[in-house]
């Protein structure tokens, strides 16, 4: 768990002798171990595989020429008499199992807690992953995020090297919040170079270099909503409770006794306006917007995948308050019933991950999430404290159709009252937003082959010419719905349409004539 400098130094005083430092941030690890080893009054040494050992003396460092190996240098700290804390960086290589006896040392090492002189290991590493002999006795922490105060000592320290001025703004240092020092001083040198100083003025500076970085880091991607509440049509009742969950984020709310909300879990049929809603929700409370990827969360190393979720959630933390959106949950989900048999656990791992955190942060970070297929969700994600609720997006009934047609022709600067609008919602029963977005592209396209303005007749002929999914899914949708009327609130305030019979001489493929509903042990 990400903690303080005052917690890593209360576990040493509490008898730690080996602690794990889970970070990228080497120079704030270091400044920790400077710290902790003048609180200690302890010589400290530093070692990693390139530089060898540097000793601090005074307020600079000795190298010593001789480039020890960790286990060598874990003697002499044992041996010490006047103790000591040695920091050994990136030393993951050397707690693989083809190191097993640099493992069984350190493992000995944490059994010292109390006997002679204060000896401090400290064991960096990127990924906060420790082999299964020392997780027992070896604390992991992790670096929280620099706070505005190490950012503005980096925006500070970054001016005077480029030798430009330095005029703090709290608008820079929030817009530079989630990156890490190495980061950040990126943003603000550019800052520095393109506009000759470093203040508000870099503001949308920082904000790209920001973006950049969330999508280099593969895991999380950043959004900027161009869709508001208004591009969405119907779902009256999720905008009532969403405008009610928003007005929790201004002030008084907390003297008020309201907790920051946690998020909502839209189910429903696909196309239907769940992750357009995502979007609009960042968009109307003007919250940036991250996109969580669990498909690119899973890696191929040994704790890669549980490093990825934790930076990825660490990361929407510092930016609170966001929207934080996982489009299609239940595909990132996929497997985690057989999770122990085929990966050995780690999607079980990273998803107890999610969980806990859904269910324990503090930080106003908005979970928004998706998901077509309520049978592949498990159990302990539906429950409440997870989500604040849980909203079914049925299918837009005549009068939402009307309105979605409208969004989308004045999108492509149409003028709606030239079309008639009652006829194509008539025509229109069961079809999806994604649907009527669709006929209304294809109106234009054929418009524009017949070189004249898109009438209500091309949209009627595109809309002749689709098949929607409700057609050919009827079945599981009946079902769905019936699911949902006891299990969710519903979105929309209409009631759902009937929607019209399937022709049943069309064949079907397996997956459109299974039920999803019949409990597995009966299938």
């Keep these: 768990m990400a903690v303080p400098y005052e917690e890593f130094r209360a576990l040493v005083d509490a008898g730690a002798t080996v602690l794990h430092v889970a970070s990228f941030e080497w120079e704030r690890v270091q400044g920790w171990c400077v710290a902790l080893a003048k609180h200690l009054d302890v010589p400290l ?55 097993h006896e640099v493992v069984r040392f350190v493992r000995e090492m944490a059994r010292w807690a109390g006997a002679g002189p204060r000896g401090v290991l400290v ?64 943003a603000f040198g550019l800052a520095a170079v393109k506009n000759r100083r470093v203040s508000a003025s870099a503001v949308s500076l920082v904000a790209r270099e920001k973006e950049r970085v969330i999508r280099q880091g593969r895991v999380l991607e950043y959004f900027e909503p161009e869709a508001g509440i208004a591009d969405v049509g119907g779902l009256d009742r999720l905008k009532q409770w969403l405008d009610r969950r928003g007005r929790a984020y201004g002030s008084g709310a907390r003297d008020f006794g309201l907790d920051a909300p946690k998020g909502v879990l839209l189910l429903g049929v696909q196309g239907c306006g769940k992750s357009l809603m995502a979007k609009a929700v960042a968009s109307a409370w003007q919250f940036p917007l991250l996109r969580l990827d669990l498909g690119r969360v899973f890696g191929g190393l040994v704790g890669e995948s549980e490093g990825n979720i934790r930076a990825a959630l660490q990361m929407s933390q510092a930016l609170a308050p966001c929207v934080l959106w996982i489009d299609e949950i239940e595909k990132g989900l996929a497997g985690l019933g057989s999770s122990d048999q085929s990966d050995g656990g780690t999607s079980a791992r990273v998803v107890g991950t999610l969980l806990t955190w859904m ?85 234009l396209y054929e418009a524009f082959s017949d070189g004249r303005e898109p009438t209500t007749e091309h949209v009627a002929s595109a809309l002749s010419e689709t098949y929607p999914l409700s057609r050919t899914m009827s079945e599981q949708l009946v079902g769905l719905r019936q699911w949902a009327r ?26 459109e004539t299974h039920n999803p509903f019949v409990p597995v042990g009966a299938r």
């Design 45 to 99: 040494e530093v070692w990693s595989s390139s530089a060898g050992v540097r000793r601090l003396r005074g307020d600079g460092w000795e190298t010593e020429l001789e480039t020890a190996e960790p286990i060598e240098l874990m003697k002499r700290l044992r041996d010490a008499k006047a103790g000591g804390v040695l920091l050994l960086e990136d030393v993951h290589p050397y707690l693989a199992p083809q190191h």
């Design 123 to 186: 064991l960096s590493t990127p990924v906060a992953d420790l082999p299964a002999e020392l997780r027992k006795e070896v604390p992991t922490i992790e670096l929280p995020l620099p706070g505005v105060e190490d950012l503005c000592t980096v925006a500070a320290r970054t001016a005077s090297s480029h030798a430009v001025p330095f005029e703090p703004a709290d608008a820079l240092f929030e817009a530079a919040r989630g990156l890490t020092v190495m980061e950040s001083r990126i």
């Design 359 to 443: 269910q324990e942060k503090r930080e106003p970070v908005f979970v928004v999430a998706t998901a077509n297929r309520v049978e592949a969700l498990p159990p302990e994600l539906l429950r409440k404290g997870r989500f604040d609720e849980l909203f079914f997006v049925d299918l837009p009934t005549h009068a939402v159709r009307k309105e979605i047609l409208a969004v989308h022709l004045r999108k492509k600067r149409r003028d709606p009252a030239s079309f008639d609008l009652d006829q194509l919602a008539t025509m229109s029963v069961g079809y999806s937003g994604a649907e009527l977005e669709e006929a209304v592209r294809e109106a």
């Design 486 to 511: 006891a299990r969710a609130r519903a979105a929309s305030s209409e009631e759902p349409e009937t929607l019209p019979p399937s022709p049943q001489s069309i064949p079907r493929l397996r997956q």
